[in-house]
C-alpha cells in the first residue's frame, strides 16, 4: 500500500449499531441484582472551615444504608493522576463549591439524593480566592502548603527583545468552558469474594482510575478491577476522579453493589474545565510583518486542586508563539490555585488559549500594517526544516504549514451579501426581534498548532494482545471508547495487517494491558501502534499451513488457538532545559480555518455563515471517522467562541444546567468544508496523527477575527457577548 | 411499596406495561425501570432532547412528564422504532459518535419524516434545534435527514 493513499476503511464500527437500535449499554444503564445507590455530600460554598458534619437527618430514613466520609477512607486520602492532592471526601476545609464531604447510600438514587440533601454541615466560611492574578500576592488565602502556584514555564531564547520596526499589543481573555458530554458521570461498583471490587464505569483511563482507587483503598491492584461501559463522551472531562472511589469503597464497606449518576448539575461541579486564561501579549515585526519576537504571559486559571495544570501550563507556554517562524521569544505561563472550579484536561489542552492569544495579536498587526492577514501569516509560516519558535525542534517533512493556508483559503467562499430575508438566517435565528437593517458580514482566519502525545519527556507505552482462532480474531486492550470510534479503528489495523477476518474487539477492561488514557490527541496512534506490532508477532508464529491470504484461513487454523502481545513504545521525548528547548514534542498538528459571520450590530448577535478548514492529518485512516471529529471538535469552538462560558461569582457557579450553559445546536451549526491534507508523520504507525484536537485550536480564533472583521469591535475576550458587540462608541 | 408508589398501566410501543411509580416520577425513568434504557436522559430539564420519545406520535422530552399523566397515550420510544433506511443513513454520514443523543435523535427524525415529506436543510437544522449533540457537529445528522427526505429524493418511505 502506498504511503500517500488514505486508508479505505473496510470495517463499521462496531458500536454504531447497538447505538443506533437503543440497546447499547451505557455507564448508568449498569445494573445487579441487589444494587443499592449512593449520593455525595457537596460543598455549598468555596471556602470554608468544616467545623462540623452531622449526617443524622439523613440516617433517619429507612432507605437509607450508611453514610462514608474522610474517616472511612482506609487508604490514601489525597487522590490525582498527576499529583495526590485532592481528597476523596473534604476532611478538614472545603476549597470549591462541589468538593465532595460524603456519600449516602439509599435504595434509590432518588432516596440517596433527597438524603445527601439533609446531612448537615456546619462551616466557617473562609476569604475566598476568587481572582488568579491575586494568587500570588503576599495577602492571598494560602490554599496549598506549597503555595498557590501549580506551575510556572519559561520560554526564552534569542536573545533579549529589542524594539522592532512595528510593535503591537493585546489583552486577551478565554471563560471557563465545561466538556458537557451528553452522559453524567455514572458506574457500578461490585464487591468480590476475594475482598477486591469491580466497577463498571465511563472513563478515559482505566488504569489511572485503577492505580487512584487501589490507593485510596489501600487494595494491591489485582483486586480492584475495572471494566468500560458505555461512554456518553468525555473530551478530557472523564481524566479526573470523580464518583469512582465513593463507589467502591461503599460496595466493599457494605458488602453490595452500589451504583450513582450524576444531576447534570452534580456533573457541572464535579468535573474539572477548561483553564480560563488572561493573556497579554507583545509581538514584534518588520514592516514587512516578518515577526521578530513574540512576547507571552498567560495565567491559567486552575483552581484549587492541581488535576492537569502542570501540563496544560506547559501545553500553553510551547503553543503560545503558533505555528511561525519566531526569531526571539519570551514566554511565561502560570497556572495558579484559586476556589473557583477546578480546572483540568478539555480537548486543545491549553493550546486552545494561546491559539486565541497569537491569532488575535496577529490579527492586530495585520490591521497596523495593513497586509491581509492570510497573507501575513503565510509569510511566517513554519516551514519543514524549520526551527520551532518556543522548543527549538526542527520540525520534520510533516509541517504542511503553508499548504493549509492556501488550501484553506482556496476553499469555496458563499460571495454573497447577509440573506436578510429569511428569518432562519438572522443573526439570532427565527426569534430574532429585527428586520436585519444592521447586519453585516465578516471574513476571519486563524491557524491552531498542538503537539500530539505526552511529550515534555513522559514516558509512553502501549500494550494490545490479539489472539486468532476458527472464530476469527479477537482484539484485548484497554483503549477507552469515549466515542471516537477507537473500536472500529482497531479493528482496521487487524484487516489492514492479518486481511479481512472477522475481528471482536473486547470490551476494555483493566485486565488487557496498559493502553494509556483516550486523550492527548494519542489514543489512535499508540493502540494502532500496539495493535499492529501484535498482528505483526502473530503472523510470525504462525506455521506455514496457515496463509492468512486465503480466504479459507479459518478453516486451517482448526482447533488451535494463537496469541501474540506487544508493547509499542512512542519515540521518546524529553523535558526542556531551563529556557524550554529540547526534544519536547514527539509530533505535531497544524491546522487552519477560515470563518464568515453575520453580525447584527444592533442586538450583538452573530450567525456563523461557514466554516472552511484545512486539517494536517498525517494520513486519514478513515476519512468518516476524521470528518466527524473536525465537525465535533469545530462545533465545541463555536461554543467556546460564542455561547458557552461556565460564569461564577466568588466561587460560586451561576448557570449549572443547560438552561443556562449553551451549547451549539443544529440551527447554530454553520456548513463546514474539509479539506484534509494528508503529508505522513515519519514516527507513527500508517503515518497517521491525532485528529481530535485541532479543530477545537483555531476555529474560535477565526470566528473572532470575522467578527472583528465585520464590526471592528475589539473581541478581546471568548465567549463574545452581545454587550461585547453593541456597547461600541 | 411505600405510600408514595403507584401503578399505572403505559402502552408502549404497542405493548401494554404495568409500573410501578411515585407521583413524580418522570416517564423517562419509568420508562428505563421496564429495562427500556435505550431513552437516556442528560439533563432532566427537558434541554438536551436525549430522552425524546412520542406520545400519540408527538415527540416530547420524556423527562419533563410524569408517567402517571401518560396512561391511556402511545407511547413510542426508541425500542419502537425500526428504520432501516434511517439507520443506514446515519452509519453512511457518520452520525454516531458516543451514541448518548442518537435514540433522541432518532425518535424525533422519524416524527419529523412522517410530517414532512420534503424538507430543506434551513429547516431540518431548525427542526432538530431541540437535541443535543456533543460529538458530531449535528452536520452527518442533517445529511442523513436530508438523504431521505430532501425534495430531490423520490424514493417512497
Given at each position: 500500500?502506498?504511503?500517500?493513499?488514505?486508508?479505505?476503511?473496510?470495517?463499521?464500527?462496531?458500536?454504531?449499531?447497538?447505538?443506533?437500535?437503543?440497546?447499547?449499554?451505557?455507564?448508568?444503564?449498569?445494573?445487579?441484582?441487589?444494587?443499592?445507590?449512593?449520593?455525595?455530600?457537596?460543598?455549598?460554598?468555596?471556602?470554608?472551615?468544616?467545623?462540623?458534619?452531622?449526617?443524622?437527618?439523613?440516617?433517619?430514613?429507612?432507605?437509607?444504608?450508611?453514610?462514608?466520609?474522610?474517616?472511612?477512607?482506609?487508604?490514601?486520602?489525597?487522590?490525582?493522576?498527576?499529583?495526590?492532592?485532592?481528597?476523596?471526601?473534604?476532611?478538614?476545609?472545603?476549597?470549591?463549591?462541589?468538593?465532595?464531604?460524603?456519600?449516602?447510600?439509599?435504595?434509590?438514587?432518588?432516596?440517596?439524593?433527597?438524603?445527601?440533601?439533609?446531612?448537615?454541615?456546619?462551616?466557617?466560611?473562609?476569604?475566598?480566592?476568587?481572582?488568579?492574578?491575586?494568587?500570588?500576592?503576599?495577602?492571598?488565602?494560602?490554599?496549598?502548603?506549597?503555595?498557590?502556584?501549580?506551575?510556572?514555564?519559561?520560554?526564552?531564547?534569542?536573545?533579549?527583545?529589542?524594539?522592532?520596526?512595528?510593535?503591537v499589543?493585546?489583552?486577551?481573555?478565554?471563560?471557563?468552558?465545561?466538556?458537557a458530554?451528553?452522559?453524567?458521570?455514572?458506574?457500578?461498583?461490585?464487591?468480590?469474594?476475594?475482598?477486591?471490587?469491580?466497577?463498571?464505569?465511563?472513563?478515559?483511563?482505566?488504569?489511572?482510575?485503577?492505580?487512584?482507587?487501589?490507593?485510596?483503598?489501600?487494595?494491591?491492584?489485582?483486586?480492584?478491577?475495572?471494566?468500560l461501559?458505555?461512554?456518553?463522551?468525555?473530551?478530557?472531562?472523564?481524566?479526573?476522579?470523580?464518583?469512582?472511589?465513593?463507589?467502591?469503597?461503599?460496595?466493599?464497606?457494605?458488602?453490595?453493589?452500589?451504583?450513582?449518576?450524576?444531576?447534570?448539575?452534580?456533573?457541572?461541579?464535579?468535573?474539572?474545565?477548561?483553564?480560563?486564561?488572561?493573556?497579554?501579549?507583545?509581538?514584534?515585526?518588520?514592516?514587512?510583518?516578518?515577526?521578530?519576537?513574540?512576547?507571552?504571559?498567560?495565567?491559567?486559571?486552575?483552581?484549587p486542586?492541581?488535576?492537569?495544570s502542570?501540563?496544560?501550563?506547559?501545553?500553553?507556554?510551547?503553543?503560545?508563539?503558533?505555528?511561525?517562524?519566531?526569531?526571539?521569544?519570551?514566554?511565561?505561563?502560570e497556572?495558579?490555585?484559586?476556589?473557583?472550579?477546578?480546572?483540568g484536561?478539555?480537548?486543545?489542552?491549553?493550546?486552545?488559549?494561546?491559539?486565541?492569544?497569537?491569532e488575535?495579536?496577529?490579527?492586530?498587526?495585520?490591521?497596523?500594517?495593513?497586509?491581509?492577514?492570510?497573507?501575513?501569516?503565510?509569510?511566517?509560516?513554519?516551514?519543514?526544516g524549520?526551527?520551532?519558535?518556543?522548543?527549538?525542534?526542527?520540525?520534520?517533512?510533516?509541517?504542511?504549514?503553508?499548504?493549509?493556508?492556501?488550501?484553506c483559503?482556496?476553499?469555496?467562499?458563499?460571495?454573497?451579501?447577509?440573506?436578510i430575508?429569511?428569518?432562519?438566517?438572522?443573526?439570532?435565528?427565527?426569534?430574532?426581534?429585527?428586520?436585519?437593517?444592521?447586519?453585516?458580514?465578516?471574513?476571519?482566519?486563524?491557524?491552531?498548532?498542538?503537539?500530539?502525545?505526552?511529550?515534555?519527556?513522559?514516558?509512553?507505552?502501549?500494550?494490545?494482545?490479539?489472539?486468532?482462532?476458527?472464530?476469527?480474531?479477537?482484539?484485548?486492550?484497554?483503549?477507552?471508547?469515549?466515542?471516537?470510534?477507537?473500536?472500529?479503528?482497531?479493528?482496521?489495523?487487524?484487516?489492514?495487517?492479518?486481511?479481512?477476518?472477522?475481528?471482536?474487539?473486547?470490551?476494555?477492561?483493566?485486565?488487557?494491558g496498559?493502553?494509556?488514557?483516550?486523550?492527548?490527541?494519542?489514543?489512535?496512534?499508540?493502540?494502532?501502534?500496539a495493535?499492529?506490532?501484535?498482528?505483526?508477532?502473530?503472523?510470525?508464529?504462525?506455521?506455514?499451513?496457515?496463509?492468512?491470504?486465503?480466504r479459507?484461513?479459518?478453516?486451517?487454523?482448526?482447533?488451535?488457538?494463537?496469541?501474540?502481545?506487544?508493547?509499542?513504545?512512542?519515540?521518546?521525548?524529553?523535558?526542556?532545559?531551563?529556557?524550554?528547548?529540547?526534544?519536547?514534542?514527539?509530533?505535531?498538528?497544524?491546522?487552519?480555518?477560515?470563518?464568515?459571520?453575520?453580525?447584527?450590530?444592533?442586538?450583538?448577535?452573530?450567525?456563523?455563515?461557514?466554516?472552511?478548514?484545512?486539517?494536517?492529518?498525517?494520513?486519514?485512516?478513515?476519512?468518516?471517522?476524521?470528518?466527524?471529529?473536525?465537525?465535533g471538535?469545530?462545533?465545541?469552538?463555536?461554543?467556546?467562541?460564542?455561547?458557552?462560558?461556565?460564569?461564577?461569582?466568588?466561587?460560586?457557579?451561576?448557570?449549572?444546567?443547560?438552561?443556562?450553559?449553551?451549547?451549539?445546536?443544529?440551527?447554530?451549526?454553520?456548513?463546514v468544508?474539509?479539506?484534509?491534507?494528508e503529508?505522513?508523520?515519519?514516527?507513527?504507525?500508517?503515518?497517521?496523527?491525532?485528529?481530535?484536537?485541532?479543530?477545537?485550536?483555531?476555529?474560535?480564533?477565526?470566528?473572532?477575527?470575522?467578527?472583528?472583521?465585520?464590526?471592528?469591535?475589539?473581541?478581546?475576550?471568548?465567549?463574545?457577548?452581545?454587550?461585547?458587540?453593541?456597547?461600541l462608541? | 411499596?411505600?405510600?408514595?408508589?403507584?401503578?399505572?398501566d403505559?402502552?408502549?410501543?404497542?405493548?401494554?406495561?404495568?409500573?410501578?411509580?411515585?407521583?413524580?416520577?418522570?416517564?423517562?425513568?419509568?420508562?428505563?425501570?421496564?429495562?427500556?434504557?435505550?431513552?437516556?436522559?442528560?439533563?432532566?430539564?427537558?434541554?438536551c432532547?436525549?430522552?425524546?420519545v412520542l406520545?400519540?406520535?408527538?415527540?416530547?422530552?420524556?423527562?419533563?412528564l410524569?408517567?402517571?399523566v401518560?396512561?391511556?397515550?402511545?407511547?413510542?420510544?426508541?425500542?419502537?422504532?425500526v428504520?432501516?433506511?434511517?439507520?443506514?443513513?446515519?452509519?453512511?454520514?457518520?452520525?454516531?459518535?458516543?451514541?448518548?443523543?442518537?435514540?433522541?435523535?432518532?425518535?424525533r427524525i422519524?416524527?419529523?419524516?412522517?410530517?414532512?415529506?420534503?424538507?430543506?436543510?434551513?429547516?431540518?437544522?431548525?427542526?432538530?434545534?431541540?437535541?443535543?449533540?456533543?460529538?458530531?457537529?449535528?452536520?452527518?445528522?442533517?445529511?442523513?435527514?436530508?438523504?431521505?427526505?430532501?425534495?430531490?429524493?423520490?424514493?417512497?418511505?
Open positions: 500500500m502506498s504511503l500517500t493513499s488514505t486508508i479505505e476503511p473496510t470495517v463499521i464500527r462496531p458500536d454504531v449499531g447497538p447505538k443506533i437500535d437503543g440497546s447499547f449499554s451505557f455507564s448508568n444503564d449498569e445494573s445487579t441484582s441487589g444494587v443499592v445507590y449512593g449520593a455525595a455530600v457537596r460543598s455549598t460554598v468555596a471556602h470554608a472551615r468544616i467545623r462540623a458534619v452531622d449526617p443524622e437527618p439523613a440516617l433517619q430514613s429507612t432507605s437509607v444504608l450508611a453514610y462514608f466520609s474522610a474517616a472511612d477512607v482506609p487508604g490514601e486520602l489525597l487522590v490525582g493522576h498527576i499529583i495526590a492532592d485532592q481528597p476523596v471526601f473534604a476532611r478538614d476545609v472545603v476549597l470549591h463549591q462541589g468538593e465532595p464531604i460524603g456519600f449516602v447510600v439509599a435504595t434509590s438514587q432518588e432516596e440517596a439524593r433527597r438524603a445527601a440533601a439533609l446531612v448537615r454541615v456546619d462551616y466557617e466560611q473562609l476569604p475566598v480566592l476568587e481572582d488568579p492574578a491575586s494568587a500570588l500576592a503576599n495577602t492571598a488565602p494560602i490554599l496549598h502548603p506549597e503555595g498557590n502556584l501549580f506551575r510556572r514555564v519559561s520560554l526564552v531564547h534569542g536573545g533579549p527583545i529589542v524594539p522592532a520596526e512595528i510593535e499589543e493585546g489583552l486577551w481573555q478565554t471563560g471557563r468552558q465545561d466538556q458530554f451528553l452522559g453524567p458521570e455514572s458506574a457500578l461498583a461490585i464487591p468480590q469474594g476475594d475482598g477486591g471490587v469491580t466497577l463498571q464505569l465511563a472513563t478515559q483511563d482505566l488504569h489511572a482510575d485503577r492505580r487512584q482507587i487501589a490507593r485510596a483503598l489501600d487494595l494491591s491492584l489485582d483486586l480492584v478491577r475495572l471494566e461501559s458505555g461512554v456518553g463522551g468525555a473530551f478530557g472531562g472523564r481524566e479526573d476522579i470523580t464518583c469512582q472511589i465513593h463507589l467502591c469503597l461503599a460496595a466493599l464497606r457494605l458488602g453490595r453493589p452500589v451504583k450513582t449518576t450524576y444531576t447534570r448539575s452534580e456533573s457541572f461541579l464535579a468535573h474539572p474545565k477548561r483553564h480560563p486564561a488572561k493573556m497579554h501579549y507583545r509581538v514584534g515585526a518588520d514592516t514587512d510583518g516578518t515577526l521578530r519576537y513574540v512576547r507571552a504571559r498567560i495565567l491559567l486559571d486552575g483552581g486542586y492541581a488535576s492537569t502542570a501540563p496544560v501550563t506547559g501545553v500553553a507556554a510551547y503553543f503560545a508563539a503558533g505555528p511561525y517562524r519566531v526569531p526571539t521569544v519570551d514566554i511565561v505561563a497556572a495558579v490555585r484559586t476556589n473557583n472550579p477546578v480546572s484536561a478539555m480537548r486543545g489542552f491549553g493550546a486552545v488559549q494561546a491559539c486565541f492569544g497569537i488575535s495579536t496577529m490579527d492586530l498587526l495585520a490591521e497596523k500594517i495593513a497586509m491581509d492577514p492570510v497573507d501575513l501569516r503565510l509569510r511566517n509560516a513554519l516551514r519543514p524549520d526551527v520551532f519558535p518556543t522548543s527549538r525542534q526542527t520540525v520534520g517533512v510533516s509541517a504542511p504549514v503553508v499548504e493549509l493556508i492556501e488550501r483559503r482556496e476553499l469555496p467562499n458563499p460571495d454573497e451579501s447577509p440573506d430575508e429569511h428569518p432562519y438566517k438572522l443573526p439570532g435565528g427565527a426569534g430574532c426581534t429585527t428586520r436585519g437593517e444592521d447586519v453585516v458580514r465578516g471574513v476571519g482566519f486563524a491557524l491552531g498548532v498542538k503537539h500530539c502525545l505526552f511529550g515534555e519527556g513522559e514516558p509512553e507505552t502501549c500494550e494490545a494482545t490479539v489472539t486468532l482462532s476458527r472464530s476469527g480474531v479477537e482484539v484485548w486492550s484497554a483503549a477507552a471508547e469515549v466515542g471516537q470510534g477507537i473500536s472500529g479503528i482497531l479493528a482496521q489495523v487487524v484487516s489492514e495487517e492479518l486481511g479481512e477476518l472477522p475481528v471482536t474487539v473486547r470490551t476494555a477492561s483493566s485486565g488487557a496498559y493502553a494509556g488514557s483516550s486523550s492527548a490527541s494519542r489514543q489512535t496512534w499508540m493502540s494502532a501502534g495493535v499492529k506490532e501484535a498482528c505483526r508477532n502473530l503472523r510470525s508464529q504462525l506455521p506455514a499451513e496457515i496463509d492468512l491470504s486465503e479459507t484461513t479459518l478453516e486451517s487454523v482448526g482447533d488451535r488457538k494463537f496469541e501474540a502481545h506487544a508493547v509499542y513504545r512512542a519515540p521518546e521525548t524529553e523535558a526542556g532545559d531551563e529556557s524550554g528547548a529540547g526534544n519536547v514534542h514527539v509530533a505535531w498538528m497544524f491546522v487552519a480555518h477560515r470563518a464568515i459571520v453575520d453580525v447584527d450590530t444592533g442586538l450583538g448577535t452573530v450567525r456563523i455563515v461557514q466554516i472552511a478548514t484545512a486539517q494536517d492529518v498525517g494520513r486519514a485512516m478513515n476519512r468518516l471517522e476524521v470528518e466527524g471529529q473536525i465537525r471538535g469545530i462545533a465545541q469552538g463555536i461554543g467556546l467562541a460564542l455561547t458557552e462560558e461556565l460564569c461564577s461569582e466568588m466561587g460560586l457557579v451561576t448557570n449549572q444546567g443547560f438552561t443556562d450553559y449553551l451549547l451549539p445546536t443544529a440551527a447554530d451549526m454553520p456548513p468544508l474539509i479539506d484534509l491534507v503529508t505522513p508523520e515519519p514516527s507513527s504507525p500508517y503515518g497517521l496523527k491525532g485528529v481530535g484536537e485541532p479543530p477545537t485550536l483555531s476555529s474560535a480564533p477565526a470566528i473572532a477575527s470575522a467578527v472583528r472583521a465585520a464590526t471592528g469591535a475589539a473581541v478581546s475576550r471568548l465567549p463574545i457577548r452581545p454587550e461585547d458587540l453593541v456597547l462608541t | 411499596m411505600n405510600s408514595r408508589e403507584v401503578f399505572t403505559l402502552l408502549v410501543n404497542g405493548e401494554h406495561q404495568s409500573v410501578e411509580v411515585e407521583r413524580d416520577t418522570s416517564l423517562l425513568n419509568a420508562l428505563r425501570s421496564l429495562g427500556l434504557t435505550g431513552t437516556t436522559g442528560a439533563c432532566e430539564e427537558g434541554e432532547g436525549s430522552c425524546t406520545l400519540d406520535d408527538t415527540p416530547i422530552c420524556s423527562c419533563l410524569p408517567a402517571v401518560c396512561s391511556g397515550k402511545r407511547i413510542v420510544s426508541i425500542e419502537g422504532v428504520d432501516p433506511a434511517l439507520s443506514d443513513a446515519l452509519i453512511k454520514h457518520g452520525a454516531v459518535q458516543c451514541g448518548f443523543c442518537t435514540p433522541g435523535f432518532i425518535v422519524t416524527a419529523l419524516l412522517t410530517e414532512h415529506e420534503h424538507i430543506d436543510r434551513d429547516r431540518v437544522r431548525e427542526e432538530l434545534a431541540g437535541n443535543l449533540c456533543r460529538c458530531t457537529g449535528y452536520e452527518a445528522l442533517i445529511n442523513a435527514v436530508l438523504e431521505l427526505a430532501s425534495p430531490q429524493d423520490t424514493r417512497q418511505r
